[in-house]
């Protein structure tokens, strides 16, 4: 519908912006959060619906069940690569409609499956895979809105997008345990199965886990479709976005996204067995949502922060932050079976929640101010006409490179609680793997003050 294209967009045009730009921008940002909010929820479903699926009568192994929690995070940090170029090819709006009505797939097919403890293995694997449409949604919403807002403002609306959307993880951890002990849809929701535990039986419906966000996922997709829009000026092709690959700070910024992305999604994902395995008489599930909700909403402080003080340097703090938080930690970890103290422990773990959101939202504003100021100084002295020309490709490479670096750091989700694993696994206990997060996190302190935070840095910002 050509009425939701906008031909002309110039945010960095004061008396455009406050005349017309703000409502606008702001419009596309409050119907985005809600349809990212639903992606990061179907992405995370897993997380709790294995858990039930032994108690209503799968027979999978512990080790089958370990890779339908897994294979979301895999396959949405993957999807993630090819959303991270497909706003400017297909559009905004049109793609955040697309993209959100995808989840109504796995949604269904969870709901189906759950109900017939025969259904084949191979079917969940493929609904987990599909959950990674959720995953991969997050590349595509955040270059979207980086198109809306002007250079002061980037990164409070990518805070508050990504911020709220991220509340999706700890949302599903909260709501699912609930809408799981009610018939919420009735008779057309299907038959509980009956579950005992502790010699009492009660009726469960693990299929509520995908329905519940049926209604909200169609909502969504209807109201960006006809309330979003579509930028002329942000139409691009792969080859043209391509470019970032030939851009050293793209790479830079993918492994600093991948400490502080990577952390909150793979702290989320391990959380819960960390505990369990750590504290086996903590029910773990009491607390596994604090961490995602946490860091969720500390990240449009991230933002705002970095808006006033500069994303260089609060990621350098924050980076020194969350090395001494896993350091506290291990100091708080019970080892060879004795001692432990779960306060401490929990405490230090959300510290560590509140860092990765905070390093989230610095890392994710300084992404177009260094792709702004690289090449604003390439068109230095090359007349008006190439000042303004380096603003939009400035922008068209900033919105590829905050899809690609959020692809990078998603795979944190599936390595941080493997790493949990193959250390227990390999030692006894998680400290190897702690150990190792402590090394990459120093390796970020120096590059974020090398290249970015320190006095005469090449790129400060």
């Not at 897994?70 to 999807?79: E, H, I, Q, R, W």
């Not at 697309?98 to 259904?119: M, R």
């Not at 691009?236 to 992305?261: E, P």
């Not at 970890?333 to 959101?357: D, E, K, R, V, W």
Request: aromatic fraction near 14%; glycine fraction near 12%.
């Amino acid at each position: 519908m050509a009425s939701h294209v906008i031909t002309q967009w110039n945010p960095e045009d004061k008396r455009f912006w406050d005349s017309s730009g703000r409502g606008v921008a702001q419009r596309n940002l409050w119907l985005s959060i809600p349809a990212l909010t639903l992606a990061f929820a179907v992405w995370m479903v897993w997380s709790v619906v294995v858990v039930n699926l032994p108690a209503v009568g799968f027979k999978y192994s512990t080790n089958q069940l370990f890779w339908l929690a897994a294979l979301p995070a895999l396959c949405g940090a993957t999807l993630r690569i090819f959303y991270s170029f497909a706003v400017p090819i297909f559009g905004g709006r049109r793609w955040t409609a697309i993209s959100t009505a995808t989840l109504l797939l796995p949604a269904l097919g969870i709901g189906f499956a759950v109900q017939k403890p025969d259904t084949p293995y191979e079917v969940m694997v493929v609904l987990a895979l599909l959950c990674g449409f959720g995953g991969g949604n997050f590349a595509s919403s955040m270059a979207n809105i980086s198109f809306f807002f002007p250079k002061a403002q980037k990164g409070y609306a990518l805070g508050m997008n990504a911020g709220l959307g991220n509340l999706g993880v700890s949302i599903v951890q909260f709501v699912v345990p609930l809408v799981i002990t009610a018939g919420v849809f009735g008779a057309i929701g299907g038959q509980p199965a009956m579950v005992t535990k502790a010699g009492q039986t009660s009726p469960m419906w693990l299929q509520n886990a995908g329905f519940i966000w049926v209604p909200f996922i169609l909502a969504s997709a209807v109201a960006a479709w006809f309330g979003m829009n579509d930028l002329a000026e942000a139409k691009a092709s792969f080859a043209d976005q391509a470019v970032i690959f030939k851009r050293k700070h793209n790479w830079l910024m993918c492994w600093l996204y991948l400490g502080t992305f990577g952390s909150f999604i793979g702290y989320s994902a391990g959380f819960p067995l960390l505990i369990k395995s750590q504290f086996p008489g903590i029910n773990a599930l009491q607390y596994a949502w604090l961490g995602p909700l946490v860091g969720a909403l500390v990240r449009p402080l991230g933002g705002w922060l970095s808006d006033k003080l500069g994303g260089a340097r609060v990621t350098f703090w924050n980076f020194i932050v969350m090395a001494g938080g896993v350091f506290a930690v291990l100091q708080f970890l019970p080892h060879g079976g004795q001692g432990g103290n779960f306060t401490g422990f929990l405490i230090s773990f959300m510290c560590l929640f509140a860092a990765s959101g905070i390093g989230n939202g610095s890392t994710f504003r300084m992404i177009p101010v260094i792709f702004l100021t690289e090449r604003q100084r390439a068109a230095e002295g090359q007349g008006t006409a190439a000042k303004e020309q380096a603003v939009k490709d400035a922008n068209k490479e900033a919105a590829a490179v905050l899809g690609f670096s959020s692809a990078i750091g998603a795979y944190g989700g599936f390595f941080i609680p493997k790493s949990y694993g193959t250390s227990i696994a390999m030692t006894g206990s998680p400290d190897g793997a702690l150990y190792a997060f402590i090394f990459f996190y120093a390796t970020c302190i120096a590059m974020t003050w090398w290249h970015y935070s320190r006095k005469n840095a090449q790129m400060p910002c």
